[in-house]
């Protein structure tokens, strides 16, 4: 065993030494809470919203000083991300209004802010996305993969989303890195726009589709490879393979065959359209 116990040793000192993965996900709780989470009656109060990120501010030099080979730029990326945070906060608001006008079952923005898993893993991607730009990718994936413990939501932080983005239900969704999304695209449960290739050769490509404006994909619908542009002001339907291009205005959907049962027997099972 000692032999084991080296061989452990001589692998980490070859990795970079990186903090406890909760730090990172207690600093996303807290980011959370204080851009949309009114809690207490005094949060409103502007000095303590400055303190807050006073702290938050503190705790994020702290996880980029950890994460970053270049530790001497962390009060750069610090100041950058915080920067950047005023138009994430109007882009993530935009999101939940979205999502709220879409779904009937949401009965307020609270609700939304406050409960719907989309909501958060937007969010997150939104945060993660900035991070990533700024060429932290290890933290900006440690963002992203929280958010997909939480919902079962994957967005990878390279994927490039628009305005008014919405997720209904969300579970098993699953976006790759390289893909593209335009303005005001909604997206149901266990839709998957990946790649058509894993080869690790085709990394530096665009491996995913391109949704353009205004589309909607319902559920389980698997939209793959790089060259797959769904136009805009389209309907993917439901449980839909797709590998081409679609036009826009395009409607997009599985044929259903009835048929109804009498007294004769039935030679093949029979099929329903729900």
Known sequence: MNSFYQEIANNHQSLLILPQKKV??????DLFSV????????????SIIKNKFEVLEKQFNEIVIDYSSRKDDSFEETKLFFEALP???KKTLNDAETIF????AAKSIEEVLY???GFFAIAVYRFSHQIWNQELKLLARTFSEYAHIKTSIEIHPGAQIGNDFAIDHGTGIVIGETTIIGDNVQIYQGVTLGALSVKKEEAFIKRHPT???NVIIYSNSTILGGHTVVGRDSIIGGNVWLTYSVPSNSVVYHKNEIKVKDNNPFPEPIFYSI
């Open 24 to 29: 990172i996900h207690q600093f996303i709780e």
């Open 35 to 46: 851009l949309f989470s009114n809690t207490s009656k005094r949060f409103g109060d502007l």
């Open 87 to 89: 138009n994430l906060y």
């Open 101 to 104: 006008a879409k779904d009937p």
């Open 115 to 117: 409960a719907y898993p």
């Open 211 to 213: 949704i353009e404006n």
